[in-house]
T-cell receptor, first 114, second 116 residues
Framework: GAVVSQHPSWVICKSGTSVKIECRSLDFQATTMFWYRQFPKQSLMLMATSNEGSKATYEQGVEKDKFLINHASLTLSTLTVTSAHPEDSSFYIC??????????FGPGTRLLVL | QKEVEQDPGPLSVPEGAIVSLNCTYSNSAFQYFMWYRQYSRKGPELLMYTYSSGNKEDGRFTAQVDKSSKYISLFIRDSQPSDSATYLCAMSPSRGYLNRDDKIIFGKGTRLHILP
């Protein structure tokens, strides 16, 4: 099956700093990438949808100025959590699709903001 | 009523037993139904993908969709300790992402423990 990677797998940062998470589709070109957040024992919550070369579409309640998404190529999307605070601590998962296929998920990035 | 309801468990069964995992939903527009397996601290892995009503079998796994009852199931035969994970159901009105509203909706997941 298709492989999606994420980097880093975990990160600890101080409150107020910015953190960048990368999502790469390794063996296919992803026309669309998605960013999810998952709190413990909770469902995956879609944050935003991004298409290569265009602005991301954010879900209601997600601050686009806080969660910056860049989809620079068909194989790479980045999520930057700006001025992170403890309440941003979560498991961030990206997924990618080639258009008419189901989503393939990355392994996730665990963020802990102190 | 939430769009997708899934019992969080945990569900503990002995090795070798048949496992039944279920979800109910309220949106009759859902046409595509998926089951994902998520190990602790990992991203979800697609297990089964079905369209509309009916059954689909893949090895020890069988996915069942009953659109009239808005009820989907995943059966695991001959369960093994390696099947211990969280299983998430997911569904969408369409296969592609041509429309912004056609996003996948996930259940909360059911934690499954297979006891050796």
């Amino acid at each position: 099956g298709a492989v999606v990677s994420q980097h880093p797998s975990w990160v600890i940062c101080k409150s107020g700093t910015s953190v960048k998470i990368e999502c790469r589709s390794l063996d296919f070109q992803a026309t669309t990438m998605f960013w999810y957040r998952q709190f413990p024992k909770q469902s995956l919550m879609l944050m935003a949808t991004s298409n290569e070369g265009s602005k991301a579409t954010y879900e209601q309640g997600v601050e686009k100025d806080k969660f910056l998404i860049n989809h620079a190529s068909l194989t790479l999307s980045t999520l930057t959590v700006t001025s992170a605070h403890p309440e941003d601590s979560s498991f961030y998962i990206c997924s990618a699709t080639a258009g008419l296929e189901t989503q393939y998920f990355g392994p996730g990035t665990r963020l802990l903001v102190l | 009523q939430k769009e997708v309801e899934q019992d969080p468990g945990p569900l503990s069964v002995p090795e070798g037993a048949i496992v039944s995992l279920n979800c109910t939903y309220s949106n009759s527009a859902f046409q595509y139904f998926m089951w994902y397996r998520q190990y602790s601290r990992k991203g979800p892995e697609l297990l089964m993908y079905t369209y509309s009503s009916g059954n689909k079998e893949d090895g020890r796994f069988t996915a069942q969709v009953d659109k009239s009852s808005k009820y989907i199931s995943l059966f695991i035969r001959d369960s093994q300790p390696s099947d211990s994970a969280t299983y998430l159901c997911a569904m969408s009105p369409s296969r592609g992402y041509l429309n912004r509203d056609d996003k996948i909706i996930f259940g909360k997941g059911t934690r499954l423990h297979i006891l050796p």
